[in-house]
């Protein structure tokens, strides 16, 4: 996200390792994207009923007053999935050092009513709003094989409700992880906010996914009618089994992005997992590296930067 001019750039960690295991929200910020400073760890693993287990992938949102949110998963302490909400404890400060978890989280929460699958429930989206000026997310998971991202609707960005119907699901192809929805314009090279896009016919709509069961990201492109909240993807779009369109053929997974307004571009950073092994991480010291994508009218461009897990 960029806030005050400083790009944002916040990413899974391991504090205690070189390897997957006692995840945090690590937090770097930039002034062009290419030169970094590490910054402290913007959310811990800490709190029984929210993420003690765990302090997983979400999203952050900047609200129409400029105040940025942060929607991520948190494994509790009877180890299901819940969905929590962080802000700034400084909004003077550009670099956002300190971030707080109000009281009122978990936000979503599995339940008996609701029967999402507590240990399937995971990577809440960027929220947008609607002409209705109600905040929606989508949340990834799963029904036996089914993916599904789960449609939840806020007037406030605190209190969510889950929807009685998905914004999009399909058969065979399992485990949704980090669902994006978003729009791109047609017939120019601006990129659009999501918030500010209802009812243009000039442009489309990106719904992204993760595939857990094969470790790729595939997307549709389709349209999107704010009023019922049917998304409706194109012929040759992913609706079952494997098939569709992927934003990369290599090692490419777990993709997030964001609308950068200071270039009106969206911006995509994808985890690239390496072949070494467990045993070579833990000696070098580090594992992973992140891969940058800048959406420019129908094609990217792209070039790595190298963040990882480290001791």
């Known amino acids: 996200m960029v806030y005050k001019g400083i790009y944002h750039l916040f990413y899974q960690y391991n504090?205690?390792?070189s390897v997957w295991g006692n995840i945090v929200w690590a937090h770097a910020t930039s002034k062009d994207l290419v030169?970094?400073?590490l910054q402290p760890v913007a959310l811990s693993a800490a709190e029984p009923n929210m993420d003690i287990n765990g302090a997983w992938s979400g999203s952050a949102t900047i609200l129409p007053d400029g105040k940025p949110v942060i929607l991520y998963t948190g494994v509790d302490s009877q180890n299901q999935q819940v969905q929590n909400v962080a802000v700034p404890k400084n909004l003077s400060d550009p670099y956002l050092i300190e971030w707080t978890k109000p009281p009122q989280n978990p936000i979503m929460s599995p339940t008996i009513q609701n029967q999402i699958n507590s240990s399937s429930f995971r990577d809440p989206s960027t929220g947008w709003l609607g002409p209705d000026n109600v905040w929606r997310v989508v949340v990834g998971s799963k029904i036996g094989k089914q993916g599904v991202a789960i449609l939840y609707k806020s007037k406030d960005f605190v209190n969510w409700v889950k929807d009685k119907k998905p914004l999009h699901s399909a058969h065979g192809n399992g485990m949704w992880e980090c669902p994006a929805f978003y729009p791109v314009s047609v017939g120019n090279r601006n990129s659009v906010d999501t918030s500010k896009s209802s009812n243009d016919l000039n442009v489309k709509y990106v719904l992204k996914v993760s595939l857990d069961d094969i470790k790729h990201d595939y997307y549709t492109v389709g349209s999107y009618n704010y009023h019922t909240d049917v998304y409706t993807p194109n012929r040759g779009s992913i609706q079952n089994g494997f098939s569709g369109l992927r934003y990369d053929y290599g090692k490419f997974y777990a993709s997030k992005?964001?609308?950068?307004?200071?270039?009106?571009r969206r911006v995509l950073w994808g985890w690239v997992n390496e072949s070494s092994s467990v045993a070579d991480d833990v000696k070098k010291?580090?594992?992973?590296v992140m891969v940058r994508l800048n959406y420019v009218h129908n094609f990217s461009t792209s070039f790595v930067v190298f963040c990882w897990f480290r001791n």
């Open 15 to 17: 504090p205690n390792g």
């Open 285 to 288: 010291g580090w594992s992973g």
């Open 35 to 37: 030169n970094w400073e």
């Open 257 to 264: 992005s964001f609308y950068d307004g200071e270039m009106n």
